[in-house]
């Protein structure tokens, strides 16, 4: 049962534009989200991330909105640039069996593609 | 800083042979890691949570004797494919967690290696 979904395999965006990717998950519960970004034969990379206290978090270029009650989150990349290119993943956070560290769980990322 | 390292970053090997796979957090001390699996245009799939010292606790149907991984440093995490065969064929990612940061809500905890491409043969 997948639990946080990235419906959108790919994204293709022209230079300067704004990107927007989409994430859902299930489980009304979940109280930190998290974007990563993922270069090939690399780990990902930590982005940005918001806390369910909050609908938007900003930081430069990357701007996260979050919908609790559709139980939807978006990243905005506004301008777009190539460099930008990359597989991005959105993730939620939570606390299991009293461990003072969160556990990630991923979506299946979406294949975003800049054009000069 | 947080630099994880990963060993090898590709291997290739016959069925039923073991395979090993290093994890090192090279600038912080991690008292726990994480393994995560990613097959072709798939999530990365947590299998398995390792802290320094201690026995790994498995992501449910993971195979603790399939997939075995030690954690003996607080640098060092080893995941093991026991008897490889073309099914353990993916991407192994491994994550550590800097021990001395006490992180709390949407903070990003965890640390990734740059993948391991599994093939077996």
């Known amino acids: 049962d997948q639990q946080v979904k990235q419906n959108s395999p790919s994204l293709s965006v022209q230079e300067g534009r704004i990107s927007i990717l989409n994430c859902d998950y299930t489980?009304?519960?979940?109280?930190?989200f998290l974007w990563y970004k993922k270069y090939p034969a690399e780990g990902p990379t930590f982005l940005i991330s918001i806390s369910s206290i909050k609908d938007k978090n900003e930081d430069g270029r990357f701007t996260v909105f979050l919908n609790k009650s559709a139980k939807h989150l978006s990243l905005h990349i506004v301008p777009s640039q190539p460099g930008d290119s990359a597989v991005y993943f959105c993730a939620v956070k939570f606390y299991a069996g009293g461990t003072s560290y969160g556990k990630l769980t991923f979506g299946q990322g979406t294949i975003l593609t800049v054009h000069p | 800083g947080a630099v994880v390292s990963q060993h090898p970053s590709w291997v290739i090997c016959k069925s039923g042979t073991s395979v090993k796979i290093e994890c090192r957090s090279l600038d912080f001390q991690a008292t726990t890691m994480f393994w995560y699996r990613q097959f072709p245009k798939q999530s990365l799939m947590l299998m398995a949570t390792?802290?320094?010292?201690?026995?790994?606790?498995?992501e449910q149907g993971v195979e603790k004797d399939k997939f075995l991984i030690n954690h003996a440093s607080l640098t060092l995490s080893t995941l093991t494919v026991t008897s490889a065969h073309p099914e353990d064929s993916s991407f192994y990612i491994c994550s550590a967690r800097d021990g001395s940061i006490q992180f709390s809500g949407p903070y990003n905890e965890q640390f990734f290696g740059p993948g391991t491409r599994l093939t077996v043969l």
């Open positions: 390792s802290n320094e010292g201690s026995k790994a606790t498995y």
């Open positions: 489980n009304s519960m979940f109280d930190y």
